[in-house]
């Protein structure tokens, strides 16, 4: 498999569309048409990384934080982040970013914490789904209908929630008049108008499968010229965003709670509210999520765990009697990993998750 391919892969199970604006995710250094030996998942680009990474023979690194993440103007490596990419260009490791769409797609690392948790009836905390769709009408002879329908789903057009195939057909008379001399139409004669017996096929579509789509559909098309329109919707992905809230099946107390975190290996570093507090509505964000605790409050959760809380949202919590567990970065991070090495490995590709960190925080 290509470092493409395997981008590609990526792309299909985290969409790269679902990144914040303020994101950089996707292949940030590396060579798209190298062969992938091995891929090593990790939170962050470090030298021990990289180091790890030759070891193991992997030439892919793929890690939860870019290691570009702000637009550069220089690369110097007697800086860290030059230092790191110059090391992975010179042992030809490609880095590959999983970043807020990761946490934001259906599956990915926010749905894995609440599945470990074993939250039900789980939702997007905040509306932060991406707006991503477009809607594509195609103008058909009704005899390449099902051609072009075919090829239109092939292309990845036409999923909604758990349905494939989705599609609305209507009938209709299309009329057009091709140049003499410059034109030799499918149906009709150069120079006569036509009315042809049409169907107007309508999908829904990523934007980011948008040119394979368009691509299949000219392919299967019979007509020289194809009338088509394609236009950006306004309609949000469910189920997507940074955070998620969800209910256990039965209250616990704040203290079991908390023991069940750490039985993940969760590294938790501080809770708010009594040990004895019975909690049931459960939210949660991987990664920094301090600014999430106001919406947190206004969903009534009565647990909110994230990594590196603020003080003044501690305070908030604490007024309304939400009770927080603040975990560190790195290991509550860390847990999709295994999840998607086992989908590389059935992709027939060698697939590790990194020993070497960083675990920055020590546990006192
Ligand atoms: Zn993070």
């Known amino acids: 498999m290509k470092v493409s391919t395997l981008v590609d892969l990526l792309d299909r199970l985290y969409p ?10 996707g292949l940030i250094a590396g060579d798209s048409r190298a062969e992938v030996a091995g891929v090593l998942l990790a939170l962050d680009v470090t030298r021990d990384v990289l180091a790890e990474a030759g070891t193991a023979g ?23 982040q030059g230092a790191l990419v110059g090391q992975a260009l010179r042992d030809r490791i490609a880095l590959i970013a999983l970043h807020t769409n990761l946490d934001s797609a259906v599956g990915g ?3 894995t914490l609440c599945d470990l948790l074993g939250l039900q009836g789980v939702k997007p905390l905040v509306d932060s789904g991406r707006e991503r769709f477009y809607k594509l009408a195609v103008f058909v002879p009704e005899t390449h209908a099902d051609k072009v329908r075919q090829a239109l789903f092939d292309g990845g057009a036409g999923h909604v929630g758990n349905y494939d195939s989705c599609s609305f057909n209507t009938q ?16 009709g004669t150069p120079g006569e108008l036509e009315r042809a017996q ?5 999908v829904i579509l990523r934007r980011e499968v948008a040119g394979r789509v368009v691509g299949a559909m000219l392919g299967a098309h019979p007509y020289e010229e194809v009338a088509y329109d394609l236009i950006p919707l306004h309609n949000k992905e ?29 590294f938790v570093k501080a809770v708010l509210g009594a040990p004895e ?19 947190a409050l206004s969903h009534g959760a009565d647990v909110y765990l994230t990594a590196e809380l603020k003080h003044h949202h501690a305070l908030a919590a604490h007024d309304k009697g939400m009770a927080l567990v603040e975990t560190d970065h790195y290991t509550l991070e860390q847990k999709h990993w295994p999840r998607l090495a086992e989908i590389l490995s059935g992709q027939g590709l060698k697939a590790k998750v990194s020993e070497r960190g960083p675990e920055l925080w020590r546990r006192p």
């Open 16 to 25: 790269f569309a679902l990144a914040e604006e303020w994101d950089n995710v």
């Open 172 to 187: 209709g008379v299309g009329t057009f008049r091709g140049m003499v001399g410059k034109t030799s139409p499918f149906l």
């Open 198 to 202: 049409e169907i107007k096929i309508e």
């Open 238 to 266: 469910s189920g997507t965003g940074l955070a998620r809230i969800g209910k256990l099946a039965q209250a616990e107390t704040l203290a079991a709670f908390t023991k069940r975190v750490q039985d993940l290996g969760i």
């Open 109 to 111: 690392l926010n749905d």
């Open 58 to 80: 992997c030439n892919v690194v793929i890690t939860h934080h870019p290691v570009i993440f702000r637009p550069i103007r220089r690369l110097n490596e007697s800086e860290l």
């Open 277 to 295: 507090k019975r909690v049931q509505k459960v939210a949660l964000c991987s990664g920094a999520g301090s600014d999430f605790c106001t919406s």
